[in-house]
């Protein structure tokens, strides 16, 4: 069973600190989606990565896919209370398995 | 642009009873997934669905059944629901068929087993 390990589970800090969020595994993945979930609704997916090495960015967040392909990072700079909710990563073999989610990293930013 | 509906938003059912769940697609949106999320954990894929053929099933027992029709929506039917079926259900539509596709869900439906 490919897996998805996200670190750390849990991140309680204060608005304006920086923070990074890890997703690892032992497989290559063809792709890597982060999503963002709230309470009360579905993921949301927040970006893309499909080669290795590639880092995109979204305002104030900064994703990074590993140069094997297997792991990635999510950056969040200046972090604000908005930030707040499930970070999930997940991931698509080349073999055609399914998108396979990690158990995801809870954020809460304090003003 | 309409975007992925399910119903009902919260469910109680006793164990051993059947529940069916349904999904809307997004325009445009011709493939969907079902997920299943305990509380504090990540989605669990359990099938999809691609032009009405079920296109690959997660480790989920056979209790667990699917079907999509014509206009792309779909269902998600549990029978001999156990206590441990308690979770979010989550629909997501996409696009092909592909499991490399971002996918777009529903704000999920709460199934509460006692």
């Known amino acids: 069973t490919q897996l998805l390990e996200q670190s750390p589970q849990f991140l309680s800090i204060q608005e304006g600190e920086n923070l990074t969020v890890y997703c690892n595994s032992s497989?290559?993945?063809?792709?890597l989606q982060w999503y963002r979930q709230e309470p009360g609704e579905g993921p949301v997916l927040l970006v893309t990565v499909v080669t290795g090495g590639e880092v995109k960015k979204l305002k104030r967040l900064t994703f990074q896919f590993g140069d094997a392909r297997k792991d990635s990072s999510l950056h969040i700079t200046a972090a604000q209370p908005g930030d707040t909710g499930l970070y999930l990563c997940?991931?698509?073999?080349?073999?055609?398995?399914?998108?396979?989610f990690g158990k995801g990293t809870t954020l809460s930013v304090s003003s | 642009e309409t975007g992925v509906t399910q119903s009902p938003t919260h469910l109680i059912k006793t164990r051993g009873q059947q529940v069916t769940l349904r999904c809307s697609s997004q325009s445009g949106h011709n493939t969907v997934s079902w997920y299943q999320q305990a509380l504090g954990q990540g989605p669990q894929f359990i099938f999809q669905y691609y032009r009405e053929e079920e296109n690959g099933r997660g480790n989920f027992p056979p209790r667990f059944s699917g079907l999509q029709f014509p206009n792309y929506s779909s269902e998600l039917n549990v029978n001999a629901l156990e206590l441990d079926d308690s979770a979010l259900y989550l629909c997501?539509?996409?696009?092909?068929?592909?499991?490399?596709?971002?996918?777009?869900f529903g704000n999920g439906t709460r199934l509460t087993v006692t």
């Open positions: 497989s290559v993945f063809s792709s």
């Open positions: 997501a539509s996409s696009l092909g068929g592909s499991y490399n596709s971002p996918l777009h």
């Open positions: 997940a991931g698509a073999h080349q073999a055609g398995t399914a998108l396979i």
